[in-house]
């Protein structure tokens, strides 16, 4: 599998938002090497990508499971907080949950 990596940058809140309205009104633009996805501490970032959660994306990686259901017998964790993780997951566009043939399906958008 071809390697997508991610930036990712840590900012205070307040310095994010002010970074988010100086976009909006032009003031500034953003360069091309910049995160994409910003975490407001180490810790946060620590929780979002710790060891449980990289072995679920190598899970889904190598195994490409075709539902929720079938990653729950996979990872040997509950469906619903398999649910709340990958929602986690997919609002840092770490993860994206399409809807196939009416099942939820995650796709890994980041290895690296």
Same mark, same amino acid.
């Given at each position: 599998?071809?390697? &997508?990596? @991610? ?11 002010? /970074?988010? #309205?100086?976009?909006? =009104? ?16 180490? &810790?946060? @970032? ?11 994306? /190598?899970? #889904?990686?190598?195994? =490409? ?37 009416? =099942? ?9």
């Amino acid at each position: 599998m071809a390697t &997508k990596v @991610m930036k990712v940058g840590i900012i205070s809140k307040k310095d994010y938002m002010a /970074r988010t #309205i100086a976009i909006a =009104k032009g003031k500034y633009k953003p360069k091309k090497n910049e995160p994409k996805i910003w975490f407001d501490s180490v &810790k946060s @970032m620590a929780q979002i990508l710790g060891n449980e959660n990289q072995e679920l994306l /190598r899970l #889904i990686i190598n195994h =490409k499971p075709h539902s929720i259901s079938e990653l729950e017998r996979l990872s040997n964790r509950k469906k619903s907080n398999l649910s709340r993780t990958l929602k986690t997951l997919e609002r840092y566009g770490i993860v994206e949950l399409t809807k196939e043939h009416g =099942k939820i399906v995650p796709h890994v958008m980041a290895t690296d």
